[in-house]
């Protein structure tokens, strides 16, 4: 019998906990798979660690960890990889039903026609924020045209890793963690099953647009290279300043020294403007590598994980 670990990250979703328990319960009755219900609560403020506790009394399937603080769902998925390490096979989800845990059987009927990735993603945008839908569309856009490993667009969190994926990502060293953008980099073979959009029906969601974009932002630098179109940007806009001052001069006939003047300054802020980026994205990217801070910090787990070496 198979070991599956539902991998469940949780940030301030006190009302979503039991239901969300309840409703996965009901698709946990393949024979072939032993089953652990795994949550991480990333420091959540309200009483979100309690009621997985109360779970954790009632079915010894249930397990938690606690950070000490909010790390982001990120650090949580990470957690979640490293202490399953006995797991023959794992699952992620979110515990706000907005991701259909009936879609879990499917999953592992792929997993058992040899598909080592099984992940989920939207069937369409139909009922998010139209303004979310744009930016979202654009993302990857941007995302897929500057990478050598094409995210699909709606792709979700939620979806099933066999023993060697999870292995293969545990083996990446990047400070930043992207699941999605992890699971593509290491490739083996993979299957898409699509849901229509589910809305959120308790609760309010904590990401913020802010906090979206970041995020998008980071998962962007780490797997592509998008980036590097700001000293193409940086460079088009100096030659239309140029082009605009030597216009504006000749139009006016103001003094030579003066055209001269701004000539070399814009073709100095057009030389420091692409240099600049240039250096300083090296450096923060060196920066970020090394400053090796953990992903995370626990402050309370359930006591059958090892609490200091969860790779053992």
């Not at 079915?59 to 990120?74: M, W």
């Not at 989800?93 to 939207?122: F, H, W």
């Not at 654009?138 to 979700?156: F, I």
């Not at 990047?174 to 609760?203: C, H, L, Q, T």
């Amino acid at each position: 019998m198979k070991q599956l670990t539902i991998i469940i990250p949780a940030y301030n979703e006190e009302k979503n906990i039991r239901p969300f328990y309840e409703e996965t319960s009901k698709y946990l009755t393949n024979p072939e798979f032993e089953y652990k219900l795994f949550f991480v609560n990333d420091g959540s403020k309200d009483a979100t660690l309690t009621e997985i506790k109360k779970l954790a009394e009632n079915d010894k399937r249930v397990r938690y960890l606690s950070f000490s603080r909010n790390f982001g769902k990120e650090s949580a998925m990470q957690a979640g990889l490293e202490y399953s390490r006995k797991a023959d096979l794992v699952i992620i989800i979110d515990c706000d039903l907005q991701q259909p845990p009936s879609l879990i059987p499917e999953m592992l009927k792929a997993y058992n026609e040899g598909y080592k990735i099984v992940y989920t993603r939207g069937r369409s945008r139909k009922g998010e924020p139209k303004v979310r839908t744009l930016f979202a569309n654009l993302y990857y856009g941007l995302y897929n045209k500057y990478s050598d490993r094409v995210l699909d667009n709606g792709a979700k969190d939620f979806q099933l890793l066999d023993r060697q994926v999870v292995e293969a990502i545990l083996s990446l060293k990047d400070n930043f963690r992207f699941m999605k953008g992890m699971s593509a980099w290491v490739g083996f073979k993979r299957k898409a099953i699509e849901y229509d959009f589910i809305p959120r029906k308790i609760g309010k969601s904590s990401w913020s647009f802010k906090s979206l974009f970041k995020y998008g932002f980071d998962g962007m630098n780490q797997f592509s290279n998008v980036m590097m179109i700001l000293p193409v940007v940086s460079f088009v806009l100096g030659i239309i300043m140029l082009v605009v001052n030597i216009v504006f001069r000749i139009v006016y006939i103001f003094s030579t020294t003066s055209f001269i003047l701004a000539l070399l300054l814009n073709m100095l802020w057009l030389l420091i403007s692409v240099m600049a980026y240039g250096m300083f994205y090296l450096i923060y990217q060196v920066r970020r590598q090394t400053l090796q801070r953990p992903l995370y910090l626990i402050e309370e787990t359930s006591e059958e994980f090892n609490y200091d070496n969860p790779l053992a």
